[in-house]
């Protein structure tokens, strides 16, 4: 609903966690999708952040929209990989 809501419609990445209040993070990112698909929203490369690290579980938030997933705990060195694989360069450097 926030999405639907703003005024800006142009986001480069969204990180969503798998568990959060009232929506989980793949039920959010269908919703998200489903605001790219009327236009409220440009495309976007939507991230899952979550410790499920089940097959099944990764599995399911990919089939939801998410691109890739950000185990926790987080380290550096995932999050950087992360980060150059799905981020713009010229975003990137002005993001850093």
């Known amino acids: 609903r926030k999405f639907a809501d703003c005024s800006c ?3 480069t990445m969204i990180i969503m966690d798998y568990e959060m209040p009232l929506l989980n993070g793949p039920q959010c ?3 998200v999708k489903n605001l790219v ?3 409220t929203l ?3 490369v939507i991230l899952g952040h979550t410790a499920y ?3 099944e579980d ?3 938030f990919r089939s939801c929209g998410i691109k890739d ?3 926790k705990p987080i380290t550096e060195e995932n999050f950087n990989t992360i980060m150059d694989k799905w981020m ?3 975003t990137k450097t002005s993001f850093l």
């Open 29 to 31: 990112a269908q919703e």
């Open 42 to 44: 440009n495309s976007q």
């Open 53 to 55: 690290n089940s097959a």
């Open 9 to 11: 419609v142009s986001y």
């Open 69 to 71: 997933i950000l185990e």
């Open 37 to 39: 698909k009327i236009g």
């Open 58 to 60: 990764i599995e399911y």
């Open 88 to 90: 713009p360069k010229a």
